[in-house]
């Protein structure tokens, strides 16, 4: 009996001894793998390694698209620690003379410091990337659209060689079974990729500014929207804090910020210091638009009816929410003299040759016409146009219930 016990005993010692040494080991060699690492000279924080975007096939560019928006590395962070005064949130295509533009009008702005910059892409390429990674003075963020056409050339959201043709008729369409023949517009025209994408990009960039941005979470203030070819003037943060201020002492029921205006420069020197209210309109209050977190969750409260409405234009879109879904009419406080110029000659709606010289030559002569009404002490207020909801004839392209869904479905957290 004696003799079994002693057995147990030596057995259990043993146990107890391996794993004593097996600890004592690991633990040692933790220690020295720790020692050398200490040793290995450390490259200065942020690591280029954490803003790395591969171009190389499309499956790497959907992969580095993840990726960078997952990682929201923070171009300059350590340089401007403090919190922004003022998000501008650009959208950026693929028209990069104009997306150089803007970024020297940026540079040119007072305060320039005090500004978040957020670029969203749909295209991608070193060029333009190059062109942002080049800001030194101001905090900068590179988002990048996930359902890109340039991610998906040959199937939905890009144009699938199964899809319809634009032009073919219904009847004709339910005979070579394309893939979307039960969805037309409401024009009887089907659903064309590079058409459809701006309002894609829109509408996502919108929920991931205020949802995912960990940066801005907690952000109480507007975030300004505008494209690659727009051009900010050097009085901006100075106006647009002057409106800020006007809007809680005389007009807290204004739901949006216009800081541009489509008007020439004309009138400039006249108009620098007046503002003015009037319900939202596409065609005059889609460009410098300040949206506050309060309006976005309006908008988000209309997702389905904005994703379903069929005009691909997310302006009209947008402006058919105003009085419909949104119950009272969007309220809008303008800048009658614009601190956004619109620099584009080429786009979407316009086809023929850009020429991005003679729209910096245009951008040179009217900064030296309005340079002495520039920073304004003080603003006045006049009431203009009724609040009202305005209807307008849809423009289709949107017909397709694909695009529908994607829409949708990005007000959810994947």
């Not at 952000?219 to 300004?224: D, E, M, N, P």
């Amino acid at each position: 009996m004696r003799l079994r016990l002693l057995k147990k005993n030596v057995v259990l010692f043993l146990v107890v001894s391996v794993i004593l040494f097996i600890l004592f080991y690991s633990k040692f060699m933790t220690t020295k793998e720790n020692d050398v690492l200490d040793n290995i000279p450390h490259k200065s924080a942020p690591d280029d390694d954490t803003n790395t975007f591969n171009y190389g096939t499309v499956l790497q560019m959907r992969k580095s698209v993840y990726d960078s928006n997952y990682r929201q590395f923070i171009q300059n962070a350590d340089k401007f620690p403090g919190d922004p005064e003022v998000v501008i949130v650009v959208q950026v295509h693929n028209r990069p003379a104009y997306l150089k533009m803007l970024i020297q009008s940026l540079e040119k702005a007072s305060d320039i410091g005090n500004f978040f910059v957020v670029f969203s892409h749909d295209y991608f390429s070193e060029e333009i990337s190059d062109l942002v990674k080049g800001i030194t003075f101001c905090k900068v963020l590179q988002i990048y659209f996930p359902y890109s056409t340039q991610l998906y050339p040959h199937e939905f959201p890009g144009q699938d060689q199964r899809d319809c043709p634009r032009d073919i008729s219904k009847e004709d369409a339910r005979k070579t079974n394309c893939l979307n023949a039960e969805h037309p517009d409401m024009y009887g025209h089907y659903r064309e990729a590079s058409i459809t994408q701006t309002k894609h990009h829109w509408w996502w960039k919108l929920h991931f500014v205020f949802e995912r941005l960990k940066v801005l979470q907690g952000y109480k203030g507007f975030a300004i929207f505008v494209e690659e070819d727009n051009y900010i003037l050097p009085d901006f943060l100075s106006f647009f804090k002057s409106m800020t201020t006007l809007r809680k002492k005389d007009c807290v029921d204004c739901d949006v910020l216009a800081i541009g205006n489509h008007d020439d420069v004309s009138h400039f020197v006249e108009l620098s210091t007046m503002t003015e209210t009037s319900g939202w309109m596409s065609t005059k209050h889609n460009i410098g638009m300040g949206i506050s977190r309060e309006l976005y969750y309006k908008l988000m409260g209309c997702n389905n009816e904005f994703c379903t409405y069929d005009d691909y234009n997310w302006d009209w879109t947008l402006q058919n929410l105003s009085g419909t879904c949104i119950k009272k009419p969007l309220k809008v406080l303008v800048a009658r003299g614009t601190r956004v110029l619109h620099t584009g000659d080429c786009g979407l709606h316009q086809k023929e040759a850009c020429n991005s010289e003679a729209a910096q030559q245009k951008v040179n002569i009217a900064l030296e016409k309005i340079k002495p009404a520039l920073f304004p002490q003080k603003l006045t207020l006049t009431n203009h146009g009724s609040v009202e909801h305005k209807p307008h004839m849809r423009n289709g392209g949107w017909g397709d219930v694909r695009d529908h869904t994607l829409c949708i479905n990005y007000a959810a957290r994947l």
